[in-house]
C-alpha cells in the first residue's frame, strides 16, 4: 500500500532547523529508502508561489497564493508498506526527530492512503 504522509508546521523558532536535525532526517530517509519503503520526499514552497482552484457555487475559481493559513504545508513523503502502522511508524519517527532535535518546533503529519487501482474494480 502506498501511502503519502505530509507535514505542516504549526509553530517554529526563528532561524533555521539545526545542523544535526537535517543531519538526522538524512539518515532516517536513507534508512526508509534501503528498506525499499521510501519512494519519494520532498520540501514544498510557500503558499505564495501557488495557487487554488476550487468549484464554488457552480464556478471555477483560481486564487494565487498566500493562503491565510494557522499551519504552513512544508513538506512531503511517499511511502510503499504493508499497513497503515507501518506509514505512522515511519512518520512518528520524522516528527520524533523533530521534538527532540529543535526545541520548540511543532508540528503535525498526516498519514494519507493513496487509491489503488482495485479499489475501484467492479465487484467479482
Known amino acids: 500500500m502506498r501511502y503519502l504522509v505530509t507535514l505542516k508546521v504549526t509553530a517554529r523558532p526563528d ?3 539545526p545542523a544535526d ?10 534508512e526508509a529508502t534501503e528498506a525499499g519503503t ?14 487554488r482552484v476550487e468549484v464554488s457555487g457552480g464556478r471555477l475559481i ?6 491565510a493559513e494557522a499551519k504552513e504545508l ?9 499497513s497503515k502502522e507501518e506509514a505512522v511508524e515511519w512518520a512518528t519517527r520524522f516528527l520524533r526527530l523533530h521534538r527532540d532535535l529543535w526545541p520548540g518546533w511543532e508540528g503535525e503529519a498526516d498519514v494519507l492512503r493513496l ?10
Open 74 to 82: 512544508i513538506s512531503y513523503a511517499l511511502y510503499e508498506v504493508r
Open 15 to 17: 532561524g533555521p532547523p
Open 62 to 67: 483560481v486564487s494565487d497564493g498566500p493562503f
Open 115 to 124: 487509491f489503488r487501482p482495485e479499489d475501484f474494480a467492479p465487484p467479482a
Open 38 to 51: 521510501l519512494l519519494d520526499t520532498s520540501g514544498l514552497a510557500g503558499s505564495a508561489e501557488g495557487a
Open 21 to 30: 536535525l537535517m543531519e538526522a532526517i538524512a539518515k532516517l530517509g536513507q
